[in-house]
């Protein structure tokens, strides 16, 4: 006899189950690896001790390097004129440029150890020596166009006074652009087991940011400057090639150029390699993770050699400066580090002319 509260008839869901109990582990999908994450791009243990170690060089070069500079300019009897006005206040940038490396190299093997302030500081820094650089080299282009191309206008006013207002104005512009250090932070970074320090936005709105910072780093320390400077050389030039005896009369002209092409050589290379990432960021150019490895692997590159800019300048001015070696010796010769020796005629004569003024 049956219990009446069960029943006899069962359901049996088995074969129901295993039609239903589909399985996705055995179809053709392939995980397309565009769209996959790239790899953290690092470098092995030698290679960071190496950079390190090449910033500390170049920390060591630059301080008393571009301290002589400033010296032999400063120490001028004579009254300085605009170019070696801009050419002093490059030294002073240089110099500032220089002061941070200790920082990222240590930061490079150990991380960012000097705390948030400091990361802020010392990028600021770093800004404002890198735009502070091409902005007086562009001062110097500029002048050096108004004394040759338009000598008569330029002995209107006093370009002295002139020239002490536009060293203001050009520390006050750079203090100004290097403002977005401000946004610089330390972190832990997700791929490393130290501190960083480095640009740290909303992550609502990094994109954004990261590509306005990047737009007004590029247009305003490098393309407008160089859009003035080509110019004002070129006219420059191809009117000292029409004067008779014009680049004998222009030595300090030479330096100049040389000064300019040094700052091209070293920071081009990190514009492009810039510019690429900041292409490769807002996806107007199509990557793969093996291209975006290559342009952290440039960017890495490039920084260190536009680092090395602040070293070159002093370097450049003792090999191609015939001002700056013969003035170099009357400091020595005066503080007893070498003989005395009478100057000649000719080098006191090389110096009288106002086109020939420029220092270096």
């Not at 399985?23 to 999908?29: L, Q």
């Not at 150029?257 to 290379?269: E, S």
């Amino acid at each position: 006899m049956t219990d009446p509260n069960t029943s006899s008839f069962t359901l049996d869901f088995g074969p129901i189950y295993d039609d239903l109990n589909f399985t996705y582990n055995y179809t053709d999908f392939i995980v397309d690896p565009e769209t996959q994450p790239c790899d953290f791009f690092s470098l092995p243990d030698a290679v960071m001790v190496a950079v390190s170690a090449f910033y500390v060089l170049i920390f060591i070069l630059a301080i008393p390097g571009n301290l002589l500079v400033g010296l032999v300019i400063g120490l001028n009897k004579q009254s300085l004129t605009p170019s070696d006005l801009y050419l002093l206040h490059l030294a002073v940038a240089d110099i500032l440029l220089a002061i941070t490396l200790p920082f990222w190299a240590i930061s490079i093997t150990q991380g960012w150890v000097f705390g948030d302030a400091m990361c802020k500081i010392v990028t600021i820094l770093q800004e404002l020596s890198f735009y502070s650089s091409i902005l007086f080299l562009t001062c110097i282009s500029m002048d050096r166009y108004m004394v040759i191309v338009r000598a008569m206008d330029a002995r209107k006013g006093n370009r002295q006074l002139v020239s002490w207002g536009v060293c203001a104005a050009v520390w006050v512009v750079g203090a100004f652009l290097s403002l977005p250090g401000l946004f610089t932070s330390t972190y832990s970074s997700q791929n490393l087991s130290h501190l960083v320090c480095s640009e740290l936005y909303d992550p609502s709105s990094a994109d954004e940011w990261r590509l306005a910072t990047r737009i007004l780093r590029h247009a305003l320390g490098f393309v407008v400057p160089l859009a003035i400077m080509l110019p004002c050389y070129g006219v420059t030039i191809r009117r000292l090639l029409h004067i008779r005896g014009g680049f004998q009369r222009q030595r300090a002209m030479r330096v100049i150029v040389v000064v300019v092409v040094a700052f091209l050589l070293c920071w081009t290379p990190y514009h492009i390699a810039v510019m690429t990432d900041s292409f490769f960021r807002t996806k107007i150019v199509p990557y793969n993770c093996p291209a975006r490895m290559a342009v952290d692997q440039a960017m890495f590159a490039t920084q260190s050699l536009g680092l090395l800019h602040s070293c070159v300048n002093p370097v450049l001015y003792a090999f191609v400066g015939e001002k700056f070696r013969r003035r170099l010796v009357q400091i020595m010769r005066k503080i007893g580090v070498l003989e005395r020796a009478s100057v000649s005629r000719s080098s006191r004569s090389s110096m009288s002319s106002e086109i020939t003024s420029t220092f270096m």
